[in-house]
């Protein structure tokens, strides 16, 4: 048995949800979750739902996760632990335990959402706080330049591998299912990658363009978040040399293009060289 309870924090939002869940794990002294905002009244309850705070992790260092644990550690005296920790705090890095009284939280790093994001896993109960990286409703935002589609990616199948038996999601509700809910988040990239190649087979498109083609059904005020989104397929796209950026007077546009075949295997090239990423390590082996 792990006793987690979950404090909701009064700042609700689009990206927030009902707000940021604020969770106590373990009993006195507890190991809290993401504090979130430097809210007093929040905090009095995160104190009194704990009785005896003994750490608090940060899964990032976003403002609606991160500003309250200075508070809170200045209340209790428990040490802040993160990837990206504040003035005082202690610098986890992956594989990392945070333990209090028999509880213990692996750090499990899951870049994506941001560069510093961090999951952590109770492996007894297998039990995943994944803070915005997965949400109980809806998607995460995956922002560039701080957001990275091609390292969210890995972390979902990271998060996958670890077959958790809850989630504890930075918003909304916890995931019961989580299987089928980190297959749900894979598979809504693909598809959305798909819709953007399938747009971008007409000729070339601004991110724009693209967004009033694929979000069409969706109200205007979501398209800013949206382009953000489209942006962030576009730029894992053409890492992957499957898109290539052209320009429409000031505009930016993007077109696809055939992956290129690598000039001694014949397996598509990701990048701009002749050869594929395994040939170049060999013909660099064999220059000496
Ligand atoms: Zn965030
Ligand atoms: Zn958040």
């Given at each position: 048995m792990l006793r987690v309870a979950r ?16 969770y106590v794990v373990g009993?006195?002294?507890a190991?809290?979750v ?69 509880v ?18 109770n492996?007894?109960v297998?039990a995943?706080f ?36 809850t989630?504890y ?5 916890i ?114």
């Amino acid at each position: 048995m792990l006793r987690v309870a979950r404090v909701l924090a009064p700042n609700p939002g689009v990206r927030e949800l009902e707000g940021t869940n604020t969770y106590v794990v373990g009993e006195a002294p507890a190991i809290v979750v993401d504090p979130g905002p430097d809210d007093e009244g929040h905090l009095e309850e995160v104190r009194g739902t704990a009785a005896r705070v003994g750490a608090i992790v940060l899964t990032h260092d976003h403002p609606d996760h991160a500003p309250g644990a200075v508070r809170l550690a200045a209340l209790t005296g428990a040490t802040i632990h993160a990837f990206r920790p504040p003035t005082g705090g202690s610098r986890l890095r992956d594989g990392d335990a945070v333990s209090c009284d028999g509880v213990s939280l692996t750090a499990i790093a899951t870049p994506g959402h941001t560069p510093d994001h961090v999951a952590f896993w109770n492996e007894t109960v297998r039990a995943l706080f994944t803070g915005d990286a997965v949400l109980g409703r809806g998607t995460s935002v995956i922002d560039p330049p701080e957001g990275d589609l091609v390292a969210y990616l890995r972390s979902l199948n990271r998060m996958k591998e670890l077959d958790p038996r809850t989630i504890y999601p930075g918003h909304g509700p916890i995931v019961f299912d989580p299987a089928r809910k980190l297959d749900e988040y894979i598979e809504h990239r693909a598809m959305r990658e798909r819709e953007i190649l399938a747009a971008l087979a007409d000729g070339a498109r601004s991110v724009e363009e693209l967004v009033q083609t694929i979000y069409s059904e969706y109200p205007a005020d979501v398209h800013e978040l949206a382009a953000r989104s489209v942006t962030a397929h576009l730029l894992k796209l053409h890492a992957e040399g499957r898109v290539e950026r052209t320009k429409r007077g000031d505009e930016a546009t993007y077109r696809s293009i055939q992956p290129r075949a690598c000039a001694r295997c014949g397996r598509p090239v990701r990048g701009k060289g002749p050869l594929c990423t395994k040939c170049s390590v060999e013909a660099l082996q064999e220059s000496g």
